[in-house]
């Protein structure tokens, strides 16, 4: 994986350091500081809302098999979340989880409640914005659907199975983290076309990928690497931590997260040291007491 940016100073709100987004060192001190604030904007954040629709994109191909959202998620009003004054976005119903009980899509879904506001920096991440972005998300991609329907249903994404063969890997194409890789096939299990493959794009419109957001974090592409001989394969790359590959996003003993945040849903890292994006040193700490939603994951707050 290519070498993380560390952000520790204040001035760059908002934009967080994360696993892949660093261009080459250049012997040019001039060239190296230019190619290092174009990596910066592109990884651009938004309060943390694109790498945790990225990370929830990645959740739901690995836990429902599939890139359905209008049929897997719903916008509903949750008691549960009291000081949130909108609908939540939750799976639905009818959603069938293939893996996990889903847990990694619901612990990403829970950060929608507006209490986590008081647990993190809202520069790094920002409940009500995550909660805001879901549902309009949620509609916008349904909406693209029926367009695509109506008007190019050559181009709708196929009924389909996904299956994670590969990663967290860097894949070499400058994205904003570490690749996911998936098996792609019909649902009889025979493998998609290059075409159908790339129609699995446009399932991709929840999580702001292309012109629904040019979300950076998502990074679609088709591949070989880590791809059974014979099928079809494509990857996306959400932000490192948030789909529980464990892995540090800093060089050193004492690890920081790119959204101070960790999925752990074994708790096996609860208590130990790590560095807030703002510098500080702490431990790793639960708010599942307090605010279940947010149960699997931990906080370097």
């Not at 050559?154 to 400058?174: D, I, M």
């Amino acid at each position: 994986m290519k070498k993380l940016l560390s952000l520790l100073g204040a001035g760059f709100l908002g934009i967080s350091a994360l696993q892949g987004c660093a261009a080459s060192v250049s012997t040019d001190e001039a060239e190296s500081k230019a190619k290092t604030e174009q990596a910066l904007t592109a990884c651009y954040t938004n309060s943390g809302v694109a790498p945790s629709k990225a990370a929830l994109a990645v959740a739901m191909a690995s836990e429902l098999g599939r890139w359905e959202p209008s049929k897997d998620l719903v916008a509903v009003k949750v008691p549960g979340m009291p000081r949130n004054t909108q609908p939540v976005v939750q799976l639905s119903p009818n959603a069938v989880c293939v893996a996990n009980n889903c847990a990694n899509i619901k612990a990403l879904l829970g950060q929608q409640d507006w209490r986590m506001n008081s647990v993190v920096d809202q520069n790094v991440f920002n409940a009500v914005n995550f909660n805001g972005e879901l549902t309009n998300s949620l509609g916008r991609h349904s909406q693209k659907i029926t367009d695509l329907a109506r008007n190019s249903p050559k181009s709708l994404p196929p009924a389909h199975k996904l299956k994670l063969v590969g990663g967290p890997v860097n894949l070499g194409v400058g994205a904003c983290g570490p690749h996911y890789v998936y098996q792609a096939d019909h649902l009889d299990g025979t493998p998609l076309t290059t075409t159908e493959a790339n129609n699995l794009a446009n399932d991709l419109c929840m999580f702001d990928y292309g012109t629904c957001g040019n979300n950076p974090y998502i990074k679609f592409v088709l591949t070989t690497q880590g791809c059974p001989t014979g099928r079809t394969c494509v990857a996306i790359d959400p932000t490192d931590g948030d789909n529980g590959s464990g892995t540090t996003t800093t060089a050193g003993s004492v690890p920081s997260y790119p959204l101070n945040r960790l999925y752990d849903p074994t708790n096996n890292k609860l208590g130990s040291q790590c560095v807030t994006t703002a510098g500080k040193l702490t431990t790793l700490s639960s708010r599942c007491a307090a605010i279940t939603s947010t149960c699997g994951y931990l906080y370097c707050v």
